[in-house]
């Protein structure tokens, strides 16, 4: 079980002031509050370990990709106890989420041996050429430097200690400083403890990896402000990110800062397939909604549909599925309270008709849903605001051109779905140009909760989906993120880097 400390460059340090975790059972335990000096010396030890990690070959960081995956396996017990009791996540969730983390840490493994993220050309010198000769260049991508990664709340393994930020950083080369996330501190200790280990067995240098319990914004802060981190991983809302964006703009050196910040991944319900199938739309959307309590950034939180009896049909369809939902536990007393406030703002909206409120106490939540029409929707701007947690509104629009208005309006966004029929083919067309544009992936006749790790995926959007919408934080693509192309130009072989020569 956890000890309460921070794992600085594969040592543990402990003291000075605490904060207590807040676990859904058993007792509450103290762990130490991170500092701007402990940040300083992780990215001091990242610093050091990038001269010798920077420059290891793909199958040395293959195989400490792989033995982190083993560690943490080997903690499995530990790490499902722990999780279950801070999170109140059920212990299959997290058995599930844990096969999802090690299969990212074996899936960049395997994708860095292959060397094809490496981007490498050549254009030969041509010595001969006029009316001026072409040097020898020749370009690879080469990692970046000491990332930072914080840790999110609603994904205590697969988005945090040895997440996908973390598993893509490594992968690339570049060392890894991560901020716990609060919500699950114990959990975070144990992943950490694994890395650590896995490091030591690998005989990598100590400092291509520390972990900091958070505790107070000055740390998430120092760190982000820290001179010698090169780029920042984040996953959280959007009030969050958005500050710690600003203040990697506002740096001396500016450093891009890759968050993902929120979304309300919308559904568009076209007629023949609402006329055809929609009471099974809505039950499966209700089932997507309300997956892991609504607390997925992919939770699909608006369906708009042309207004009629199948629309009708459809809202009533989805009220009797979540009706059948139980209150379930948050992840923290400070995302239920805010799913709380989020559900009164938007039933309290003008134009807003309840189909299915629900009263929530303390860390409980249970679903809610309601109504508005196009016109009421298009002209109040926090209506599309992502609510984060089990909570559907039903935008009926008038007709075709109403729901093209309605996509245009739409901010950037995860996911846009489409569920269609034949008959559906050309009005899909017309919001294809528009959904293209607003989304990361676009989805057909399907939910987008549950994210695939794979080649093909992205995992961000236009803001403020994401701060960068050229990157992902999901699939192998996402190691690009801590990567930089350099040149060699008439390089002697010998000082070529080694997938050069």
């Given at each position: 079980m956890?000890?309460?400390h921070?794992?600085?460059?594969?040592?543990?340090?402990?003291?000075?002031p605490?904060f207590a975790?807040?676990?859904v059972?058993?007792p509450a335990r103290d762990?130490?509050?991170?500092?701007?000096?402990?940040?300083d010396?992780a990215?001091?030890?990242?610093e050091?370990?990038?001269?010798?990690?920077?420059?290891?070959?793909?199958?040395?960081?293959?195989a400490?990709?792989?033995?982190?995956?083993?560690e943490?396996?080997?903690r499995?017990?530990?790490?499902?106890?722990i999780?279950?009791?801070?999170?109140?996540?059920?212990a299959?969730?997290?058995?599930g989420?844990?096969?999802?983390?090690?299969?990212q840490?074996r899936?960049?493994?395997a994708h860095?041996l292959?060397?094809?993220?490496?981007?490498?050309?050549h254009?030969?010198a041509l010595p001969?050429?006029?009316?001026?000769p072409?040097?020898?260049?020749r370009?690879?991508?080469?990692p970046i430097g000491?990332?930072?990664?914080?840790?999110?709340s609603?994904f205590?393994?697969?988005f945090?200690t040895?997440?996908?930020?973390t598993a893509?950083?490594?992968?690339?080369g570049c060392?890894v400083?991560?901020?716990g996330?609060e919500?699950?501190?114990?959990t975070?200790?144990?992943?950490?403890?694994?890395?650590?280990?896995?490091?030591?067995r690998?005989g990598m240098?100590?400092g291509?990896?520390s972990?900091?319990?958070?505790?107070?914004r000055?740390?998430?802060?120092?760190?982000?402000?820290?001179?010698l981190?090169r780029a920042?991983?984040?996953?959280g809302?959007l009030?969050?990110?958005?500050?710690l964006?600003d203040?990697?703009?506002?740096?001396?050196?500016?450093?891009?800062f890759f968050?993902e910040?929120?979304?309300?991944?919308?559904?568009f319900v076209?007629?023949?397939?609402l006329g055809?199938r929609?009471?099974g739309?809505?039950?499966?959307w209700a089932?997507?909604?309300?997956?892991?309590?609504?607390?997925?950034?992919?939770?699909?939180?608006?369906?708009?549909?042309?207004?009629?009896?199948?629309?009708?049909?459809?809202?009533?369809?989805?009220?009797?599925?979540?009706a059948?939902?139980?209150a379930?536990?948050?992840?923290?007393?400070g995302?239920?309270?805010?799913?709380?406030?989020?559900?009164g703002?938007?039933?309290?909206a003008?134009?807003?008709?309840?189909?299915?409120?629900?009263?929530?106490?303390g860390?409980?939540?249970?679903?809610?849903?309601?109504?508005t029409t196009?016109r009421?929707?298009?002209?109040?701007?926090g209506l599309?605001?992502?609510?984060?947690?089990p909570?559907?509104?039903v935008v009926?629009?008038?007709?075709a051109d109403?729901?093209?208005?309605?996509?245009r309006h739409?901010?950037g966004?995860l996911?846009?779905?489409l569920?269609?029929?034949?008959?559906d083919?050309g009005?899909?067309?017309?919001l294809?140009p528009v959904l293209?544009r607003?989304a990361g992936?676009?989805?057909?006749n399907?939910?987008?909760?549950?994210?695939?790790?794979?080649?093909?995926m992205?995992?961000g959007g236009?803001?403020?989906?994401?701060?960068n919408?050229?990157?992902t934080?999901?699939g192998?693509?996402?190691?690009?993120?801590f990567l930089?192309p350099?040149?060699f130009?008439?390089?002697?072989?010998?000082?070529?880097?080694?997938?050069?020569?």
């Amino acid at each position: 079980m956890p000890m309460g400390h921070h794992l600085i460059a594969g040592e543990a340090v402990s003291g000075g002031p605490s904060f207590a975790s807040s676990p859904v059972e058993g007792p509450a335990r103290d762990f130490p509050m991170g500092s701007p000096d402990l940040v300083d010396r992780a990215c001091r030890a990242a610093e050091d370990a990038f001269e010798t990690f920077g420059f290891t070959s793909r199958a040395e960081r293959a195989a400490l990709l792989d033995a982190i995956a083993g560690e943490i396996d080997a903690r499995e017990p530990a790490i499902t106890e722990i999780g279950t009791r801070e999170t109140g996540l059920p212990a299959a969730r997290l058995e599930g989420e844990r096969g999802r983390t090690t299969g990212q840490l074996r899936l960049f493994a395997a994708h860095i041996l292959k060397g094809e993220y490496l981007d490498r050309r050549h254009d030969a010198a041509l010595p001969d050429r006029q009316p001026a000769p072409r040097p020898d260049l020749r370009l690879i991508q080469r990692p970046i430097g000491p990332v930072a990664v914080f840790g999110a709340s609603n994904f205590p393994l697969a988005f945090s200690t040895a997440g996908g930020d973390t598993a893509s950083a490594l992968a690339a080369g570049c060392p890894v400083v991560v901020k716990g996330h609060e919500a699950h501190p114990g959990t975070g200790e144990i992943v950490a403890e694994a890395i650590a280990a896995a490091i030591a067995r690998c005989g990598m240098p100590a400092g291509v990896f520390s972990f900091i319990h958070g505790g107070a914004r000055e740390v998430g802060e120092a760190l982000v402000r820290h001179p010698l981190i090169r780029a920042v991983g984040f996953t959280g809302s959007l009030r969050g990110g958005r500050a710690l964006f600003d203040l990697c703009a506002a740096r001396p050196e500016p450093i891009p800062f890759f968050g993902e910040l929120g979304s309300v991944n919308p559904m568009f319900v076209l007629p023949a397939a609402l006329g055809a199938r929609g009471a099974g739309i809505a039950g499966g959307w209700a089932g997507s909604l309300t997956m892991g309590v609504g607390q997925f950034c992919t939770n699909p939180g608006i369906a708009v549909a042309i207004d009629g009896p199948g629309l009708d049909a459809f809202v009533e369809a989805a009220r009797g599925a979540l009706a059948s939902v139980a209150a379930q536990t948050m992840l923290t007393n400070g995302i239920a309270a805010a799913y709380r406030e989020g559900a009164g703002r938007v039933g309290s909206a003008p134009g807003v008709e309840p189909v299915l409120s629900t009263a929530c106490e303390g860390r409980n939540a249970a679903p809610c849903l309601y109504a508005t029409t196009g016109r009421a929707w298009l002209a109040d701007e926090g209506l599309a605001a992502e609510v984060f947690g089990p909570l559907g509104l039903v935008v009926r629009v008038a007709d075709a051109d109403e729901m093209l208005a309605v996509a245009r309006h739409l901010h950037g966004q995860l996911t846009c779905t489409l569920h269609l029929d034949d008959g559906d083919t050309g009005l899909a067309r017309r919001l294809m140009p528009v959904l293209e544009r607003k989304a990361g992936r676009v989805l057909a006749n399907g939910f987008p909760t549950g994210v695939e790790v794979g080649d093909a995926m992205v995992h961000g959007g236009p803001y403020p989906a994401s701060t960068n919408f050229g990157a992902t934080s999901v699939g192998t693509l996402a190691i690009r993120r801590f990567l930089r192309p350099v040149c060699f130009q008439n390089m002697p072989a010998a000082l070529l880097p080694a997938d050069l020569q």
